[in-house]
């Protein structure tokens, strides 16, 4: 089998060392499939970027067949079967959310173009750089000739850390629950769901038993992980990020266990009221390389009002970008 096309995007950055070298060892696509790795850095990046390339040449990994590095985002999409966009334009100090926006507007534009003019036919799409949904929203938007559905954003962190959270809450291991949804934005709105999630097959919000703390301490301990992380680190979730987008593309090329299903940001068909197109977080479920989201399922009043928030919020972002001209 030819070797897979891999591009990772800020990959001289911090999720980028962390993921690279789990991408060459098999944690990406599995333990028989090769890869080519593509790293897109901008100029001034590419030295560092080099760096990191003869570290996984120091490495010997027998999957890795080889790495090209670029500034030039045609080179490193062209042929490209999984696009991991990790490099974004980080909010800075009295940064105004317009003018981040059209930061990132000025990244996801010229790479979903790229992404449309030379990606292979099969090509899977996951932002990871913030903020993930609208940026991927805008990267399908300039890649009209991609089926929308490829490109997705991560909200696989969140949905990992929902599940450890709970884990400790309640005392099993995180392999004893199930059906965990992240709905909405991968942002503080997003909404953790434990009323369809299940714990040895129970209601996780039965097993936990105690709305005030799913509302006052889960769902934003879930959500503020990320500035816990900074508070803590000094610096951003790295590993465990990279750790999520590997998750997310492994499951939706291999497939979701029978009886679970994950949380990815894919674009909406108008299911459970996400207007049509936004790019939210849904449960779902793959198999045979397609996601479907799963339906059908009971959306209570306190899961509603936090799904509506979310969605109202990404309504925002994509009124923005519409305004600014960057979809
Ligand atoms: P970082 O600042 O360490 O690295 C970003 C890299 O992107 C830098 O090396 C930079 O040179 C590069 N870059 C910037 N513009 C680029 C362009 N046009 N083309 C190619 N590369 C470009 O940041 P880190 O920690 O690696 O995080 C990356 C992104 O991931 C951030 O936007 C962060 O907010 C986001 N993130 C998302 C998470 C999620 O759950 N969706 C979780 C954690 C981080």
């Not at 003018?99 to 990871?128: C, H, M, T």
């Not at 509302?215 to 301990?221: E, F, K, R, S, V």
């Not at 994950?262 to 996400?274: E, F, L, R």
């Amino acid at each position: 089998m030819a070797p897979v096309n891999v591009t990772v995007t800020g990959a001289a950055g911090q999720i980028g060392y962390a993921l690279l070298f789990r991408i060459a060892s098999g944690h990406l696509l599995g333990p028989d499939t090769k890869v080519n790795l593509r790293l897109l850095e901008i100029p001034q990046a590419v030295k560092a970027a080099e760096g990191t390339a003869m570290e996984l040449d120091d490495c010997a990994f027998p999957l890795l067949s080889g790495i090209e590095i670029t500034d030039d985002a045609k080179k490193a999409f062209d042929g490209v079967n999984v696009a991991l966009l990790v490099g974004a334009r980080p909010r800075t100090k009295g940064m105004e959310r317009g003018d981040l926006l059209e930061a990132n507007g000025g990244i996801f534009k010229p790479q979903g173009e790229a992404i449309n003019a030379g990606a292979a036919s099969d090509v899977r799409v996951l932002v990871v750089g913030n903020p993930a949904n609208t940026n991927a929203l805008i990267a399908s938007a300039h890649a009209p000739d991609v089926p929308r559905e490829r490109f997705t954003a991560m909200t696989r962190l969140d949905h990992n850390r929902a599940l450890s959270q709970l884990a400790a809450k309640v005392g099993c291991a995180v392999t004893d629950i199930k059906k965990m949804t992240i709905w909405g934005n991968h942002s503080a709105t997003q909404y953790p769901d434990l009323f369809n999630a299940e714990v040895n097959g129970q209601s996780a919000a039965s097993v936990v038993n105690d709305e005030a703390w799913l509302a006052d301490t889960y769902i934003p301990t879930v959500a503020k992980r990320g500035a816990a992380i900074i508070e803590a680190r000094g610096a951003s979730s790295a590993a465990s990020a990279a750790n999520a987008a590997l998750n997310h593309v492994h499951d939706w090329v291999n497939g979701t266990a029978e009886g679970d299903w994950t949380s990815m940001a894919i674009p909406s068909d108008g299911s459970y009221g996400v207007p049509e197109g936004l790019i939210s977080s849904f449960p779902v479920t793959c198999s045979g390389g397609e996601y479907s989201i799963v339906q059908g399922l009971e959306i209570n009043e306190f899961s509603r009002a936090r799904i509506d928030a979310s969605v109202a919020e990404l309504v925002e972002e994509r009124d923005a970008v519409k305004a600014l001209g960057l979809i």
